[in-house]
């Protein structure tokens, strides 16, 4: 059963920094997409951007201040966020599926963890 399990989030300054991470068990994740979404209380999920097969592409919004990366174990991907600001606050889910789709259409995800939630304060 495949299971996304997020840890990381926090309260943390505009300014700041925050590393979140998705642990993801139940099956090998190298060969399958694991990406992040995130969703602001009233608004539609967003999509951050994915990492598989040793590539990785991020949303424009986030360009330049989230990086996503793998570790070496492939089924942890992780989500290094800087330069936070308040409008970054959000609950952070990461997402896989079946097909190796890739694209930012939540809909097209499987499975989802629980989602941390991240808070900046200004």
């Known amino acids: 059963q495949v299971q996304l399990v997020e840890s990381g989030g926090g309260l943390v300054q505009a300014g700041g920094s925050l590393r979140l991470s998705c642990a993801a068990s139940?099956?090998?994740?190298?060969?399958?997409?694991l990406a992040w979404f995130r969703q602001a209380p009233g608004k539609e999920r967003e999509f951050l951007g994915v990492s598989w097969s040793g590539i990785t592409t991020h949303a424009d919004s986030v360009k330049g201040r989230f990086t996503i990366s793998r570790t070496n174990a492939e089924n942890t991907v992780l989500l290094q966020m800087d330069s936070l600001k308040p409008e970054d606050t959000a609950v952070y889910y990461c997402a896989s599926n079946e097909g190796g789709y890739r694209g930012s259409d939540y809909g097209a995800y499987d499975y989802w963890g629980q989602g941390t939630q991240v808070t900046v304060t200004s």
């Open positions: 139940g099956r090998t994740f190298s060969l399958y997409p």
